[in-house]
């Protein structure tokens, strides 16, 4: 009587169980149903989406325009008053150039860009 063939396990199709099949019915069918929940929004977020766009625009334009106004100045030793011999102060301010009317536009983009931060930080967006 000759000897049945052998066949490799890995070739039937019972030997290869996915893992739906391994599961309990029920639970199967609860991982189907399952879906991840969405991330909770602020009221904010909920009730004023274009407002939230408004500041997270509001935030990347004056980070940008802080960038570029930090990279034009000039600090207090270049420049003509620094070649000649540093700052000179005097008890009479007249108008401020180009380089203090920067500085000035800094400050006030920068005090900006803060007030929006802490904004934006307090709101959760």
């Known amino acids: 009587m000759p000897a049945p063939p052998i066949v490799p ?12 099949a ?22 904010l ?3 004023l989406p ?3 766009h408004l500041f997270a625009g509001i935030f990347i334009g004056a ?7 930090l990279a034009v100045q000039t600090t207090r030793q270049e420049g003509l008053t620094g070649t000649i011999g540093g ?20 400050a006030l983009v920068a005090i900006a860009y803060v007030v929006v931060a802490t904004i934006i930080s307090i709101s959760g967006i």
């Open 63 to 69: 980070a940008l325009l802080l960038i570029i106004l």
């Open 45 to 47: 977020a909920q009730h």
């Open 9 to 20: 396990a890995a070739a039937t199709p019972a030997a290869q169980p996915s893992a739906v």
């Open 87 to 106: 700052r000179v102060e005097s008890a009479y301010r007249g108008r401020l150039g180009i380089e203090g009317q920067i500085a000035r536009f800094t």
């Open 22 to 43: 391994t599961l309990n019915p029920a639970t199967a069918q609860q991982l189907q149903q399952f879906t991840f929940p969405v991330a909770p929004k602020t009221p």
């Open 50 to 52: 274009w407002l939230t």
